[in-house]
C-alpha cells in the first residue's frame, strides 16, 4: 500500500510512538486522524501536524465512543486505509507485595481492557470500514499495524497484567490475518523494546542509560522516529502479514 494520500487512524497518537508513526505518515503524504483520551496533547499534536492531521478524543475502552469515532472518520475520509494501533497503558504491581498485599484485580482488568479488548474493538470497528474500501491493483484493502511489546515474551517482575495483555496482541495477529485476508487486509504487530517515549520521561537519566545497555547494537534507546521508520515499511511491503517484528537491537529482558 502506497502512504501517500492513504488514510490512517493512529491510536494513542497524541504521544510517544503513535505520534512518531502519525509524524512518518504525515511527512510521506497521509492523511491522520490521531485518537486518544489525552485532549491536550491530541489537539498540540494535531495543531503540529498541520493540515492532514485531525485529532478525535476517543476511549478505547468505550465501545459507543470508539464505534461513532470509526464511523466519523469514514464519513470525513471517506474511508480507512491504515489502522496503527499505538494506545496502550504500562502498570507495574507485584502478584504479592514485600508487605502481602495482593495485586489489584481492577488494575489487571483495565489493563486488558485498554491494552487487548480495547485494541480488538478498534480493529473490528476500523476492519468493517476497510472492507468497504475498493481494492488497489494487488487486492489490497487495508494495513493493521498493531503495538505489543517485548514483554509479551520476556515480562519483568511486575509485569503479570502488562504481558498477559500484550501476549494477547501477539497471539491474535495471525488468527486476525487469516479472517482479513479474504477481505484484502493484512495484520502485523510490532513488539517494540525500551522506546524513549513520555512512558520513561520520569525516568532518570541512569535508569534510561541501565536500560539502553539491555539492546545489544546499536545501544542506545529506540525513539519514535525507528517506529515510525517500520510502522511505513510494513505499510509498503505487501508481503509482510500475521507476524511480529521485534524493534529492540536483539534486548532480551532479564527477570528484573
Ligand atoms: N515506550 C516503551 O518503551 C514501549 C515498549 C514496548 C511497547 N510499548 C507500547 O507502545 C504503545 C505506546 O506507548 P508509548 O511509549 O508511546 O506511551 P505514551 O504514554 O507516550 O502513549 C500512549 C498513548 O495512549 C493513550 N491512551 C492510553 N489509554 C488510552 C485509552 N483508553 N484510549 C485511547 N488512548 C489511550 C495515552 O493517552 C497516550 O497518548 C503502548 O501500547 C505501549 O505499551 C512502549
Not at 494487488?138 to 503479570?160: H, K, L, M, P, Y
Not at 485476508?181 to 520513561?200: C, K, N, S, Y
Not at 539502553?212 to 521508520?229: N, W, Y
Request: aromatic fraction near 4%.
Amino acid at each position: 500500500m502506497h502512504v501517500k494520500d492513504s488514510r490512517v487512524v493512529v491510536t494513542g497518537g497524541a504521544s510517544g510512538l503513535g505520534l512518531g508513526a502519525a509524524r512518518r505518515l504525515t511527512a510521506a503524504g497521509a492523511m491522520v486522524a490521531l485518537l486518544d483520551v489525552n485532549e491536550q496533547r491530541g489537539e498540540e499534536a494535531a495543531a503540529e501536524l498541520g493540515q492532514s492531521a485531525r485529532f478525535t478524543s476517543c476511549d478505547v475502552t468505550d465501545p459507543e465512543n470508539v464505534a461513532v469515532s470509526v464511523e466519523g472518520l469514514k464519513e470525513e475520509f471517506g474511508g480507512i486505509d491504515v489502522l496503527v494501533n499505538a494506545a496502550g497503558v504500562a502498570p507495574a504491581q507485584r502478584v504479592v507485595s514485600r508487605g502481602g498485599d495482593l495485586f489489584d484485580l481492577e488494575l489487571f482488568k483495565s489493563t486488558i481492557a485498554v491494552n487487548l479488548v480495547g485494541m480488538f474493538d478498534v480493529i473490528r470497528n476500523v476492519a468493517g470500514v476497510m472492507a468497504t474500501n475498493e481494492p488497489g491493483p494487488d487486492g489490497e484493502r487495508g494495513v493493521i499495524v498493531n503495538v505489543a511489546s517485548i514483554a509479551a515474551f520476556e515480562g519483568q517482575v511486575g509485569q503479570a497484567a502488562y504481558s498477559a495483555s500484550k501476549g494477547g496482541i501477539v497471539g491474535m495477529t495471525l488468527p486476525l490475518a487469516r479472517d482479513l485476508g479474504g477481505l484484502g487486509i493484512r495484520v502485523m504487530t510490532i513488539a517494540p523494546g525500551i522506546m524513549d517515549t513520555p512512558l520513561l520521561s520520569g525516568a532518570p537519566q541512569e535508569l534510561k542509560d541501565s536500560l539502553a545497555k539491555l539492546h545489544v547494537f546499536p545501544q542506545r534507546l529506540g525513539t519514535p522516529e525507528d517506529f515510525g521508520h517500520l510502522v511505513q515499511a510494513i505499510v509498503e511491503n505487501p508481503m509482510l502479514n500475521g507476524d511480529v517484528i521485534r524493534l529492540d537491537a536483539a534486548a532480551r529482558m532479564p527477570p528484573k
